[in-house]
């Protein structure tokens, strides 16, 4: 088993900044992706930044939305994500989830419990 838990959330104002972590413990296959996605009200899940470990070079992901402003990034353990949020919008207004896949192994897909994030107008 996996266990996520993200923190960093908070209200910030348009064109602000924030920075969210995601510590993952337990289980950890090798080749994972590590991942944040966002929950709007009345809004279906939508991935926002995706990093594949275990590959050579690494591979990263991005919603076309948040491109050139979100930035995600591990630690050299890479048991931890981060997801560097810059030039906010009230649109970027959600609960950011963390997710662990792992590519192999169980397979398994796991979730943290969620942060919110708030960008005031």
């Known amino acids: 088993q996996v266990q996520l838990v993200e923190s960093g959330g908070g209200l910030v104002q348009t064109g602000g900044s924030l920075r969210l972590s995601c510590v993952a413990s337990g289980t950890i296959f090798s080749i994972n992706t590590m991942a944040w996605y966002r929950q709007a009200p009345g809004q279906e899940r939508e991935m926002v930044a995706a990093?594949?470990?275990?590959?050579?070079?690494?591979?990263?992901n991005y919603a076309d939305s948040v491109k050139g402003r979100f930035a995600i990034s591990r630690d050299s353990a890479k048991t931890t994500v981060y997801l560097h949020m810059s030039s906010l919008e009230p649109e970027d207004t959600a609960v950011y989830y963390c997710?662990?896949?792992?590519?192999?192994?169980?397979?398994?897909?796991?979730w943290g419990q969620g942060t919110q994030v708030t960008v005031s107008s």
């Open positions: 990093d594949t470990s275990g590959t050579s070079g690494g591979i990263t």
């Open positions: 997710s662990l896949l792992h590519i192999g192994g169980d397979y398994g897909h796991y």
